[in-house]
């Protein structure tokens, strides 16, 4: 199970900065209201708790076909619709198209240059394509899917669509009716859950699957947070626990700035998830806390010396594995230099741990709020728990702020000046909007 260790964020360890027992002690009301909230699902959206017992028949079963026919597997998605899966990908098969195949690309960004390098090196032939979008309308992945879908139909015919899988809504958006009629496969993702929390449904388990990755696994670490983190009692639940100290940290003393650092190059990506699921969650109606994803130990190199003794507006959550594998011994080499023989002898994974706890007490020794997660190790099991720890504690966290932590209305309002530039009908007053906007550029301008 992975442990939430806050000692660094206790007035008690660290002194004045620290949050004082009887303020946490002081949310015991409001958890309790939130905890009921919680276990009788009084919101529709709570739905994401229930998906370690889904079936995963059908993901697996197209994942083998994909296996079967294809070199390359290109998935197609942007903002929950492909960050989960590269995070899934980055954490569970590193490295992946160096090591096995089918080779998978992830293509989020509309940035040509970026397609163009894909299809450079894939060949169409024989890759798969995984269009995801919850909505079916996404500008981004709508653009994308057309162009694969045109190169497609040149080198397939009317055999196209068997190249196609489309991760969508059961029912309605475009690309659900697209793709009954033009006969694609499908798999659905449950209308009640938001695209950010949809990693541990079809969105990032397909992948998964394709990956060579256990979904089961994902899912059974997830039900094991659910689990573990059910109770009541704030002081047992670490789900809880996290979320309350990074509320009162942001509302009491103006520590909204939240770094995620991970100690392992694999789980950078998993970082940049968790930052999308706090940002977009959190950011509403003047509320929120900032996100910032980063990994450990490069960053002690780049961003420590700002949260040392830059401005008090910071909370560090350290992510610490306890097991890195098979590990890789220094060698005895240099014997004479002591500035580099006293390494010799330990593993990577010693120093790296070392690092961690290291800069965790630097931190505290100057009083500055952190914590720590850590896992046993970096497989499936313990990335799915670490998935629906940080979904639990973001809804949770969206909910002690009064806000709506499934919705991303700004979001949205950027999308609708993207169709409007773009001729979409229905948004010409969104495009003269842009265009009135334009004008008043033109002068502060060098
Ligand atoms: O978390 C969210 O809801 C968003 O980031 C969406 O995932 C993103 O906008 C893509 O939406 P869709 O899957 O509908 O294309």
């Known amino acids: 199970m992975i442990e939430l260790n806050y000692s660094n964020m206790m007035e008690e360890v660290i002194g004045a900065n620290g949050m004082a027992v009887n303020m946490l002690e002081g949310m015991r009301g409001r958890v309790s209201g939130l905890h009921g909230q919680f276990s009788e699902r009084t919101l529709k959206e709570f739905a994401f708790l229930d998906l370690p017992g889904k079936d995963t028949s059908e993901i697996r ?15 197609l998605g942007i903002g929950g619709s492909a ?6 990908l980055e954490a569970l098969s590193p490295l992946h198209n160096l090591k096995q195949g089918p080779k998978i690309f992830i293509y989020d960004n509309v940035d040509p240059g970026t397609m163009r390098h894909i299809l450079s090196v894939v060949d169409l032939k024989r890759t798969t394509v995984n269009v995801i979008s919850k909505s079916g309308s996404t500008a981004e992945t709508a653009a994308s899917f057309m162009v694969l879908w045109d190169r497609m139909k040149t080198i397939h015919g009317n055999n196209a669509s068997k190249r196609f899988i489309a991760t969508t809504d059961p029912v309605s958006g475009a690309l659900r009716k697209l793709a009954t009629e033009e006969g694609i496969r499908t798999l659905p993702v449950d209308p009640l859950i938001g695209g950010r929390y949809s990693v541990l449904t079809p969105v990032g388990l397909l992948l998964a699957e394709v990956a060579g990755i256990e979904s089961q696994d994902l899912l059974s670490g997830a039900d094991q947070v659910n689990n573990a983190c059910s109770d009541e009692d704030l002081w047992k639940n670490p789900v809880y626990l996290f979320s309350i100290l990074l509320y009162l940290m942001a509302t009491e003393e103006k520590r909204g700035i939240n770094v995620m650092i991970p100690y392992a190059d694999s789980l950078k990506y998993l970082s940049e998830w968790f930052c999308q699921l706090w940002a977009e969650s959190l950011g509403k109606n003047g509320s929120g806390m900032t996100p910032y994803p980063s990994v450990g130990t490069t960053d002690q190199h780049s961003q420590l010396q700002l949260w040392m003794e830059g401005p008090e507006d910071k909370v560090i959550t350290f992510i610490r594995v306890n097991d890195y594998g098979k590990d890789i011994t220094i060698p005895r080499v240099f014997e004479k230099y002591e500035s580099m023989s006293y390494l010799s002898g330990h593993g990577l994974s010693a120093l790296i741990k070392a690092e961690q706890e290291s800069t965790e007490l630097a931190l505290a020794k100057k009083g500055k709020p952190n914590m720590t997660i850590s896992i046993p190790a970096i497989d499936a099991y313990h990335i799915g728990q670490l998935f629906m720890f940080f979904e639990i504690a973001t809804a949770f966290t969206g909910l002690l702020l009064n806000i709506n932590p499934f919705n991303q209305p700004g979001v949205e309002e950027g999308k609708k000046y993207t169709y409007g530039m773009m001729g979409r009908k229905g948004f010409e007053d969104r495009k003269q909007e842009v265009e009135a906007a334009r004008k008043k550029k033109t002068r502060w301008k060098v």
């Open 83 to 88: 960050l989960g899966p590269r995070a899934i």
């Open 61 to 75: 079963r197209i994942a083998q076909e994909v296996r079967n026919d294809s070199d390359a597997f290109l998935v």
